[in-house]
T-cell receptor, first 113, second 112 residues
C-alpha cells in the first residue's frame, strides 16, 4: 500500500551531536514534504518544509534534504539539544488540487545531556 | 495569538454515547482536518473540509461525523458506531496547498 515510512524508530544521540532522521516515501508524484516535531501530549509542530523542485532547504539548526531519485527525505538537526527530544514525523502531499498529507509512523529522538 | 484550539483536552465516553470534540481556528484558513493518532502510529485522516459547508471522508471516517457551518469551526462527533474510539484526536488547518498544516494540541478520548 501507499505509505511514508521511516528507517529508524528510535535515535539516541548525545547533546551537541548532529542528528539525522530519515524518511522513505513511496509516491513519486508527491510535490510537497513537511517535517513535524511532536512532544508528548501535544500536537505536531511544524519544523520545515520543502517542495519537489528543490533538493535542500535550511532553517535554524535544521536542514531538509530531498532525493527524488530514490524517494528519500532526511532531516538534519545541528548541535542537538535536550529540548530536541521528541517524535519526528515526515509527511508528503499527494493530492493534485488540494493538500492531503500522508504521514510516516515517526522516529523518536532521544538526546542525552 | 493566531492558532488552533481544541477542547476538551481529555474526554471520557460511556458505552452508546456520542461525544463531540471542538476545534476552532483564528488563522483564517479555508481547509481543516481531523486526524486520529494511536500509540506508536502516525496520523490517520478521518475527515477534511476544503471550505465552509463542504467536507469529505478521509481514510477512516466510519463511526465519525463532522460539520463545517463556520470557517473557523470544524467539530468532530465520535458516534456510538465507532467501536474503538480510544485515541488522541488532532485537528489541523491549512492556508493552501503549498503551505504546512498547523495543529492543535489534541483531545485524548477514553472509554469509561
Amino acid at each position: 500500500g501507499e505509505s511514508v515510512g521511516l528507517h529508524l524508530p528510535t535515535l539516541s544521540v548525545q547533546e551537541g551531536d548532529n542528528s539525522i532522521i530519515n524518511c522513505a516515501y513511496s509516491n513519486s508524484a508527491s510535490d510537497y514534504f513537511i517535517w513535524y516535531k511532536q512532544e508528548s501530549g501535544k500536537g505536531p509542530q511544524f519544523i520545515i518544509d520543502i517542495r519537489s523542485n528543490m533538493d535542500k532547504r535550511q532553517g535554524q539548526r535544521v536542514t531538509v534534504l530531498l532525493n527524488k531519485t530514490v524517494k528519500h527525505l532526511s532531516l538534519q538537526i545541528a548541535a542537538t539539544q535536550p529540548g530536541d527530544s521528541a517524535v519526528y514525523f515526515c509527511a508528503e502531499n499527494r493530492a493534485t488540487g488540494f493538500q492531503k498529507l500522508v504521514f510516516g509512523t515517526g522516529t523518536r529522538l532521544l538526546v542525552s545531556p | 495569538d493566531g492558532g488552533i484550539t481544541q477542547s476538551p483536552k481529555y474526554l471520557f465516553r460511556k458505552e452508546g454515547q456520542n461525544v463531540t470534540l471542538s476545534c476552532e481556528q483564528n488563522l483564517n484558513h479555508d481547509a481543516m482536518y481531523w486526524y486520529r493518532q494511536d500509540p506508536g502510529q502516525g496520523l490517520r485522516l478521518i475527515y477534511y473540509s476544503q471550505i465552509v459547508n463542504d467536507f469529505q471522508k478521509g481514510d477512516i471516517a466510519e463511526g465519525y461525523s463532522v460539520s463545517r457551518e463556520k470557517k473557523e469551526s470544524f467539530p468532530l462527533t465520535v458516534t456510538s458506531a465507532q467501536k474503538n474510539p480510544t485515541a488522541f484526536y488532532l485537528c489541523a488547518s491549512c492556508g493552501g496547498k503549498g503551505q504546512p498544516q498547523h495543529f492543535g494540541d489534541g483531545t485524548r478520548l477514553s472509554i469509561l
